[in-house]
T-cell receptor, first 110, second 111 residues
Framework: DVKVTQSSRYLVKRTGEKVFLECVQD?????MFWYRQDPGLGLRLIYF???????EKGDIPEGYSVSREKKERFSLILESASTNQTSMYLC?????????FGSGTQLSVL | QKEVEQNSGPLSVPEGAIASLNCTYS??????FFWYRQYSGKSPELIMS????GDKEDGRFTAQLNKASQYVSLLIRDSQPSDSATYLC???????????FGIGTKLQVIP
């Protein structure tokens, strides 16, 4: 079975902090994704990566950056967390047969 | 116009009925189409994928695709209370890895 592991289920941070969300997949997938999900707005793509060190902006990249130094790991970075970044963050891998999601990280920025 | 459009619902159907969930998309080069089920507090789970025009059946689920009309649907036969969830439609263009989701339709199956 595909496994996508997100490092934290719940996270509470302060405004202005630098926040790292980690995601690891164990199926050697080339493609990895970061989405955020908000009530009434659905799943919105922040960034995706199609290879090591390769990344592309999604629909809402502002305020975020990503890092993919190894194939299995894709990190989302909030350079200076703000309250409007309070959300559920979902990592996924694979694309051609549909993204497979991790269990998500509920981030609260106070 | 949103890339992937769904009615947010809720769609209420009685137990045992057929639930019909609809999705339209704007990008004509879309090649892959997916349906996800998301229970409250959980992450989305892939339940169906479809790549060519017509119907694809898997158990109680049938996905229907009409590329000319840019329309994809999901039918759930013999709906059960356990089917109550939000159903997300997703599309992917050929040769490009970005996958775009609709807002999701909340389905309520009434016992």
């Amino acid at each position: 079975d595909v496994k996508v592991t997100q490092s934290s289920r719940y996270l509470v941070k302060r405004t202005g902090e630098k926040v790292f969300l980690e995601c690891v997949q164990d199926m050697d997938h080339e493609n990895m994704f970061w989405y955020r999900q908000d009530p009434g707005l659905g799943l919105r793509l922040i960034y995706f990566s199609y290879d090591v060190k390769m990344k592309e902006k999604g629909d809402i990249p502002e305020g975020y950056s990503v890092s993919r130094e190894k194939k299995e790991r894709f990190s989302l970075i909030l350079e200076s967390a703000s309250t409007n970044q309070t959300s559920m963050y979902l990592c996924a891998s694979r694309a051609d047969r549909g993204p497979f999601f991790g269990s998500g990280t509920q981030l609260s920025v106070l | 116009q949103k890339e992937v459009e769904q009615n947010s619902g809720p769609l209420s159907v009685p137990e045992g009925a057929i639930a019909s969930l609809n999705c339209t998309y704007s990008d004509r080069v879309s090649q892959s189409f997916f349906w996800y089920r998301q229970y409250s507090g959980k992450s989305p789970e892939l339940i169906m994928s479809i790549y060519s025009n017509g119907d694809k059946e898997d158990g109680r689920f049938t996905a229907q695709l009409n590329k000319a009309s840019q329309y994809v649907s999901l039918l759930i036969r013999d709906s059960q209370p356990s089917d109550s969830a939000t159903y997300l439609c997703a599309v992917k263009p050929g040769g490009y890895q970005k996958v775009t989701f609709g807002i999701g339709t909340k389905l309520q199956v009434i016992p």
